[in-house]
């Protein structure tokens, strides 16, 4: 599997991927919003494009759909019952069902509410796995629930599918928001060393070839996977003097959604 990170540029950072198949060429592209660059780095690798993959229906995820089936005539994939939004799709996936590219590749569909409630994340197969999370994780962060989503079930998602995974997991979000994130980190975690640490390391970081993280390193710099953090409890409680002695991880997880709405 060959993984291409592609920066966008613009104003809501994001990122798009192409997934190639080494053996022949095939290529996904998930959340293509830049078809131009989508496919100047396919011309570029020799690659052709035959899915595409929303990960979600916002537009910003969506808006390069059209002009790359147009220029490719491949296949859109999407959220099962994310058809009614988005225009086009033909085939509707849910949890389990696996994505081929090529001869050798293979991505599992994980089904991940929260950020909206059709939302799909990416789990390739491969010896080390790598996780495509549009907008539910960021690096050292969380989706918003604002547009479609609700914070319950972006709860669920984390600690039920997200926190269960492979500790070596590479993880590719939709967008590069990692100085900002870690900013709240260190906001709600001041000793935390490590955010500290690759605060420094990525602040005016090369977005053309970003820091990818894994699921290790964010369960030390992500603060909604820090919901034990005695410091983290601490602090929160400043913002939140009704917080009981011992809050659960759910009320934890729910007031540090709530807070970075509007930090």
Same mark, same amino acid.
């Given at each position: 599997?060959?993984?291409?990170?592609?920066?966008?540029?613009?104003?809501?950072?994001?990122?798009?991927? #192409?997934?190639?198949?080494?053996?022949?060429?095939?290529?996904?592209?998930?959340?293509?919003?830049?078809?131009?660059?989508?496919?100047?780095?396919?011309?570029?690798?020799?690659?052709?494009?035959?899915?595409? #993959?929303?990960?979600?229906?916002?537009?910003?995820?969506?808006?390069?759909?059209?002009?790359?089936?147009?220029?490719?005539?491949?296949?859109?994939?999407?959220?099962?019952?994310?058809?009614?939004?988005?225009?086009?799709?033909?085939?509707?996936?849910?949890?389990?069902?696996?994505? *081929?590219?090529?001869?050798?590749?293979?991505?599992?569909?994980? =089904?991940?509410?929260?950020?909206?409630?059709?939302?799909?994340?990416?789990?390739?197969?491969?010896?080390?796995?790598?996780?495509?999370?549009?907008?539910?994780?960021?690096?050292?962060?969380?989706?918003?629930? *604002?547009?479609?989503?609700?914070?319950? =079930?972006?709860?669920?998602?984390?600690?039920?599918?997200?926190?269960?995974?492979?500790?070596?997991?590479?993880?590719?979000?939709?967008?590069?928001?990692?100085?900002?994130?870690?900013?709240?980190?260190?906001?709600?975690?001041?000793?935390?060393?490590?955010?500290?640490? #690759?605060?420094?390391?990525?602040?005016?970081?090369?977005?053309?070839?970003?820091?990818?993280?894994?699921?290790?390193?964010? !369960?030390?710099?992500?603060?909604?996977?820090?919901?034990?953090?005695?410091?983290?409890?601490?602090?929160?409680?400043?913002?939140?003097?009704?917080?009981?002695?011992?809050?659960?991880?759910?009320?934890?997880? #729910? !007031?540090?959604?709530?807070?970075?709405?509007?930090?």
């Amino acid at each position: 599997m060959i993984v291409e990170q592609i920066w966008t540029a613009n104003a809501y950072r994001n990122f798009n991927y #192409l997934v190639a198949c080494p053996e022949i060429g095939d290529a996904l592209a998930i959340d293509p919003l830049d078809h131009q660059k989508c496919l100047a780095r396919a011309r570029d690798r020799g690659w052709t494009i035959t899915q595409i #993959l929303n990960t979600h229906e916002h537009g910003d995820h969506t808006g390069g759909n059209q002009a790359m089936i147009k220029a490719t005539g491949a296949k859109l994939l999407a959220h099962k019952n994310a058809r009614d939004r988005i225009p086009g799709v033909n085939v509707g996936l849910e949890a389990g069902n696996i994505i *081929h590219i090529g001869r050798s590749v293979e991505l599992e569909c994980l =089904d991940t509410p929260g950020h909206t409630m059709s939302h799909v994340c990416l789990l390739s197969r491969t010896d080390r796995p790598a996780l495509f999370c549009g907008d539910t994780l960021f690096n050292a962060g969380a989706g918003n629930c *604002h547009n479609g989503g609700h914070p319950n =079930d972006l709860y669920h998602t984390f600690v039920t599918q997200l926190a269960k995974l492979p500790d070596d997991a590479l993880v590719y979000p939709g967008h590069d928001y990692i100085a900002n994130n870690l900013r709240f980190t260190l906001d709600r975690e001041p000793d935390n060393a490590r955010a500290q640490s #690759l605060l420094d390391e990525v602040e005016d970081q090369d977005t053309d070839d970003a820091m990818v993280s894994t699921i290790a390193l964010e !369960k030390e710099i992500n603060t909604f996977f820090r919901l034990h953090s005695p410091t983290v409890i601490k602090w929160l409680r400043d913002a939140f003097p009704d917080l009981p002695d011992n809050p659960d991880a759910k009320t934890v997880f #729910l !007031k540090l959604r709530e807070l970075r709405n509007s930090w």
